[in-house]
């Protein structure tokens, strides 16, 4: 089902400074500490909180450092530059907007668009692949100029790219992305690192539990890049810092709150005494407290760290029963529509734009409550 969102042009789309999102060369930098392989500590944690500046729906700060690929411009891509207000532009969203982060993501597009007096049509697969890829096209059919995708999953996405390509259809990926080439099957990439994401989440386990214990994981989704890349950040990381700390369980609850507790469930039969549990998603998170609090289990009981920072699982950290949340930033809509102008202006793009990611633990989580979503 496609949305029409038309608005007026806003004062705003004029008077906005226009940063050129070029792409700068990946120096060692305050916000990629983990990256080189060392953990993180308390004030990293809020030194990068601190950089990641005001994250209520403004325009999301770029971790330059991590940002890191070629650059793309209009000329490269074979597409004649454009003014971005008078293109039509399609958004397609992947999973069912029950997930706050879906409806922190979908929202942050909608705003972008109207503060820009950009046309907007969107589409929803309800968590749906080969729905996904007839939304695209229905999109594209319905004129769409300009399109941006929030991929379910990274491939299968050739006829789309062949359509778009044949219409010099730019597209621009975030969340995910689509495997293909940069500058040919799509402008850009604006998303987490997710395998840092996966590094700092053991961090926060390795604290929790004191460097020792046994550890289960409750799987996103399979066949997206989140669920490898948080899952190989957080080995890699354990593996090289917590040898006390063994991984005993593994099983995917699909990013969703029922997954997450059925998943719980069935792990407590089988390994009451559970130390931690990493939640690769803080809907499956707040289902597992869901089935550790039916259990009989009390806040603290199991050491719980997530992924997302959405309210619900940030006022859990303040009650207790979890631990520690590693944001996955969705306010892609100031990136997306910046890179979107600037690349319809023939500016350079950076083909892969890393979104700053903030941290939330017993420390911060009641005064850093505002910027969960
Ligand atoms: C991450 C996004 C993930 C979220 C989950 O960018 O793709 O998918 O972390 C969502 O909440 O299901």
């Known amino acids: 089902m496609i949305e029409h969102h038309t608005h007026h042009t806003g004062a705003g789309a004029l008077s906005r400074p226009r940063r050129v999102l070029l792409a700068t060369a990946a120096v060692g930098a305050a916000l990629t500490l983990a990256a080189t392989g060392c953990a993180r500590g308390e004030d990293d944690v809020a030194a990068g909180n601190a950089a990641a500046g005001d994250t209520e729906g403004q325009a999301q700060v770029l971790d330059e450092a991590a940002s890191g690929g070629e650059t793309c411009n209009a000329q490269d891509h074979g597409i004649e530059p454009f003014d971005l207000t008078d293109k039509k532009v399609g958004f397609s969203q992947s999973e069912a907007e029950s997930n706050p982060f879906r409806i922190t993501e979908t929202q942050s597009i ?37 399109l941006i995708i929030a991929p379910l999953n990274s491939d299968g996405w050739k006829p789309v790219l062949d359509q778009a390509r044949a219409g010099a259809i730019p597209i621009l990926t975030i969340d995910r992305p689509i495997n293909g080439t940069a500058c040919e099957d799509y402008v850009t990439f604006i998303g987490s690192d997710f395998v840092e994401q996966g590094r700092r989440a053991a961090d926060q386990m390795i604290d929790v539990l004191g460097g020792e214990g046994e550890v289960a994981i409750l799987l996103g989704a399979p066949g997206n890049n989140v669920t490898t890349d948080r899952t190989s950040g957080f080995l890699e990381r354990i593996e090289a810092e917590a040898p006390g700390i063994e991984i005993v369980f593994q099983q995917s609850g699909d990013f969703t709150r029922e997954g997450g507790q059925s998943v719980t469930e069935q792990l407590i039969q089988s390994q009451p005494d559970i130390s931690g549990i990493y939640a690769q998603n803080d809907e499956m998170g707040i289902g597992a407290v869901t089935a550790l609090n039916g259990a009989g289990k009390a806040p603290g009981d199991v050491g719980i760290v997530t992924v997302d920072g959405t309210q619900a699982a940030v006022e859990y950290i303040v009650d207790g029963w979890i631990a520690a949340v590693v944001e996955s930033n969705p306010r892609f809509g100031p990136l997306a529509f910046e890179a979107a102008a600037a690349f319809g202006a023939g500016e350079d793009v950076g083909t892969q734009l890393i979104i700053t990611d903030r941290e939330y633990d017993a420390d911060n989580a009641e005064e850093e409550l505002p910027h969960a979503y």
């Open 110 to 146: 909608k705003d972008e668009a109207a503060d820009r007096g950009v046309e907007l049509i969107t589409s929803n697969a309800q968590s749906d692949f080969s729905q996904q890829i007839s939304d695209v096209q229905d999109l594209m059919s319905q004129g769409a100029e300009v």
